[in-house]
């Protein structure tokens, strides 16, 4: 099986002025965002799928593959150019093995197989000595072996 989805997201403030709580206060002035995308608000994201079983006298072996894009997105409403997250992409695949009762099952599988590098999160806090800054970097290459059995 294919299965494939689209995204379009036209996420754009239409007014809107407030000051940036990154800066000191002595140092805040007032902004205006009309216009800025909103933040984690990627304008184009992609999915697609692909499945495909096969058929044992064992059991059941099934291969499942997915790519997922996304659009560059800004963390925050200033649209700071250097806070943005460039657009990425990630493959995962898992091989799956069901028994016949399909009680038991057995994958291996990999996320982020290309190792990727990108942020999920990022957190500008507020200070009078600067404006530290958190990140959350996405998972890295990831592969395992997973056992299940149900009851």
Do not use: C
């Amino acid at each position: 099986s294919l299965g494939a989805a689209v995204s379009y997201l036209d996420a754009e403030i239409d007014e809107f002025f407030t000051k940036d709580p990154a800066d000191p206060p002595p140092l805040q002035m007032l902004e205006d965002l009309s216009g800025n995308r909103l933040p984690r608000a990627p304008e184009w994201e992609l999915i697609v799928d692909a499945a495909y079983d096969w058929v044992l006298d064992s059991g059941r072996l099934s291969l499942i593959g997915r790519y997922h894009w996304q659009d560059e997105m800004f963390f925050r409403a200033q649209n700071d150019p250097d806070k943005v997250q460039e657009s990425v992409g990630t493959l995962d695949a898992r091989l799956t093995y069901f028994t016949g009762d399909e009680r038991w099952r057995i994958s291996v599988f990999g996320s982020n197989l290309t190792d990727e590098q990108a942020f999920t999160h990022l957190l500008i806090e507020a200070g009078l000595l600067g404006s530290p800054v958190n990140v959350v970097p996405n998972a890295p290459r990831t592969y395992g072996v997973e056992v299940g059995f149900r009851y």
